[in-house]
């Protein structure tokens, strides 16, 4: 066969390759949505943001409008538990359990039900609303299952089959384009939404993440999520900071995420008879009580908590009992049952702990309020990886590269000695049970 024949076929085939648009399409469907990914993270951020300085304008612009939280935040939370309850079921909460239940169903229409595009509008919107009404929520949780919903209508737009690929890529692309961290939002789909290696996913999560990440920096430029730290330690004493910080936030985390459990499966049994009345006064109770503590500490535990801990990690102490406060309200915004994630609080949480550890001991506030984050939010996940490189994408310190591997993974250990399950996972098993119980009462009724 002469080489000229051979060349002809080869470009023959080629051109019927390359011009294939059925084979192209999936790829630029999935493409868009990667795309789309980092579009929606990016309004998503600024949304945000405008609710929670609408929040700061409203109850500081006069004398009593310190007040004005004991009736906005249990009201909106009212309203935000009735909208999520009626309008757009299954959107409650972070996020990440729904994300992490849909990758376990194989049911096209169990999935749909935790994953789609109205599920996504009614978080974003709904989250917003609960910062607007000072819930001390986060909106990276929720930008996951936003992220994962995308793609799961890319499967079904474009007819690829690879769906649990795809929520995996869309919940890394979230996580990516929330806080403008590549690596970690890999790592937190091996790690804490697979549990595990998929080599046959990999290509799909590394392309998505690019492609949303390149959306982001095209809308909101190149930064840090918390500027650019370089503290590291310099005495005994520093070093001193990463056993506190790892067991002390390890515990914390463990004591915040098995309550979160625990309380979770009694609140669910409780409200049984009543669902949505006795749900709307449990919002409201919530909304009130993380009022009264959001007046009593001068408003810094209302919203994400990002400047207090940006605040902490440029070196400047918080008060000693601010991640006690923070805490709590953290805690009761999760309770309340309204679309809200708990990264960024979580963060808070954890700076504020190392601030007060570090005033205490007379140590780095930079230093520890980095190691504090970075052992309470091990604690909390259970994923010392994802804690360790969001912690050192975020702040940029990789002079103390070895303290906040050291503390996640103390931060962890502790965590699972005293609390087994991973919350995150121990909160999709309520939705996998819902949708097995949904999928039978359907069987039923159509035989």
Request: charged letters at 10%; a positive charge.
């Amino acid at each position: 066969m002469p080489p000229s024949y051979r060349y002809s076929k080869l470009f023959r085939r080629s051109r019927v390759l390359w011009g294939s648009f059925s084979l192209w399409q999936p790829r630029l469907v999935f493409w868009c949505g990667a795309l789309a990914i980092g579009v929606i993270s990016v309004g998503f951020a600024k949304l945000a943001d405008l609710a929670q300085k609408g929040f700061g304008s409203l109850t500081s612009s006069g004398e009593w409008a310190f007040l004005l939280p004991l009736a906005l935040t249990p009201l909106g939370f009212m309203l935000s538990a009735y909208l999520a309850a009626t309008l757009f079921p299954n959107s409650g909460g972070s996020g990440i359990p729904q994300a992490i239940a849909a990758r376990h169903l194989r049911d096209e229409e169990d999935r749909t039900r935790l994953l789609s595009l109205k599920i996504a509008f009614g978080k974003i919107v709904l989250t917003v609303l609960g910062l607007f009404s000072g819930a001390s929520i986060g909106r990276e949780g929720p930008t996951v299952q936003v992220g994962a919903s995308i793609m799961l209508a890319v499967a079904r737009f474009s007819g690829m089959a690879q769906a649990r690929g795809l929520i995996l890529a869309g919940s890394a692309a979230g996580i990516a384009a929330a806080f403008n961290t590549p690596l970690a939002g890999i790592v937190f789909a091996i790690e804490e939404m697979s549990r595990t290696y998929e080599s046959r996913a990999n290509g799909l999560v590394l392309t998505a993440v690019i492609l949303s990440g390149l959306a982001a920096l095209g809308l909101s430029g190149s930064y840090n999520y918390f500027g650019m730290a370089s503290a590291a330690p310099a005495e005994l004493r520093d070093w001193g900071l990463v056993l506190i910080c790892g067991i002390g936030g390890g515990a914390l985390g463990a004591a915040f995420s098995g309550f979160a459990l625990h309380f979770g499966q009694k609140i669910r049994r409780w409200a049984q008879p009543q669902p949505l009345k006795r749900l709307l006064a449990l919002a409201g109770i919530c909304g009130l009580a993380i009022a009264v503590i959001g007046v009593a500490s001068g408003g810094t535990t209302f919203g994400t908590g990002y400047e207090q801990a940006r605040a902490a990690v440029e070196g400047n102490a918080l008060p000693l009992l601010f991640f006690v406060e923070k805490l709590a309200a953290s805690f009761l915004s999760m309770l309340s049952g309204i679309p809200g994630g708990i990264f960024a609080p979580s963060l808070a949480v954890g700076a504020g702990f190392g601030s007060t550890v570090g005033s205490l001991l007379g140590t780095s506030i930079a230093l520890a309020a980095i190691l504090g984050m970075a052992g309470y939010f091990a604690g909390v996940v259970q994923a010392p990886m994802t804690a360790f490189v969001i912690i050192l994408e975020m702040t940029g310190d990789h002079q103390a590269v070895i303290p906040i591997m050291a503390v996640s993974m103390i931060g962890y250990v502790t965590s699972r000695i005293l609390s087994r399950e991973p919350l995150y996972h121990g909160l999709s098993r309520v939705f996998i049970a819902a949708a097995i119980r949904a999928r039978r009462v359907v069987e039923r009724e159509s035989e």
